[in-house]
């Protein structure tokens, strides 16, 4: 099975530069260069900050660009955004019984499991008692299916000392940890936020993130008080789940330079 993970489309009311930049046209030649290259995937999930500040206007952008996409989407919710208006304007987006947009999704390979990590106020991520007790519910109703994680937040640090400040609250990010532990199901944790190739194992579970459609963080591994911008090139993630393994190629869609023949892989060449 084939899925598209993208991330943090960070979309503004029309006209609306974020960083000097629209953010519009990245994601309209991911919806092309997706259409044209994966229309055999099942679905693409985008993990969240849909729009930079949470404006209505955002939201229609963002809709209306993807209506363009010939397979179905999810959302995640991230910390730009603003739930109600999501909710309001997008069937797909699901709230749980206590109002958190996270929701369960069937698949051939197991559930995907979309949770909610966000609370008002601050860019960090929450996970409050009621959502931990929507997600154990989804764990047990699993019965030991493969259980596959998409959330904005990651739940531990990543070594980027001024995105690691609004990561998902610490202790709750060990709870987490310890919750997936118990279940023992959980095979991989997609997510946002970090607008950063980032790949890795937590608790013996594989993790990735990818960089975001229109600004980017640099590679800065030691300051602290200031979060690093760049605009290296927007990418999504080709997600290939087969029977033994989950593949994750990093996709840099808008990359210009020569497309050239290397040579055939079965005769000799140099
Ligand atoms: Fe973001």
């Given at each position: 099975m084939k899925i598209i993970h993208l991330t943090d489309t960070h979309f503004g009311y029309t006209g609306q530069k974020i960083y000097q930049r629209s953010p519009i046209p990245a994601l309209e030649e991911a919806v092309k260069s997706i259409n044209k290259e994966?229309?055999?995937?099942e679905m693409m999930v985008i993990t969240g900050d849909l729009a930079h500040a949470g404006h209505p206007e955002a939201y229609q952008n963002l809709k209306s660009t993807l209506e363009k996409l010939t397979i179905p989407y999810h959302l995640v919710i991230g910390n730009h955004d603003d739930r109600p208006t999501i909710s309001e304007l997008f069937n797909d987006f699901e709230m749980d019984q206590d109002g958190f947009a996270q929701k369960v999704i069937n698949t051939e390979k197991g559930l995907f499991i979309l949770l909610d990590t966000v609370i008002e106020g601050t860019h960090a991520g929450y996970y409050c008692d009621k959502r931990f007790a929507w997600l154990e519910e989804q764990l047990i109703k699993a019965n030991n299916a493969p259980v596959y994680i998409f959330m904005h937040h990651a739940p531990f640090d990543t070594g980027i000392p001024a995105m690691d400040v609004i990561s998902l609250d610490k202790s709750q990010g060990r709870r987490l940890g310890e919750l997936f532990d118990k279940y023992g199901n959980v095979k991989h944790l997609f997510f946002g936020h970090y607008h950063r190739p980032i790949a890795g194992q937590w608790r013996g579970i594989a993790f990735s993130t990818l960089r975001g459609m229109n600004h980017q963080v640099r590679l800065d591994l030691h300051r602290e008080d200031m979060i690093q911008g760049c605009f290296e090139e927007p990418q999504y993630c080709v997600v290939l789940m087969e029977e033994d393994r989950t593949l994750i190629h990093y996709h840099d869609y808008m990359h210009q330079s020569e497309h050239f023949n290397i040579g055939s892989p079965v005769e000799a060449h140099i």
């Open positions: 994966h229309s055999d995937a």
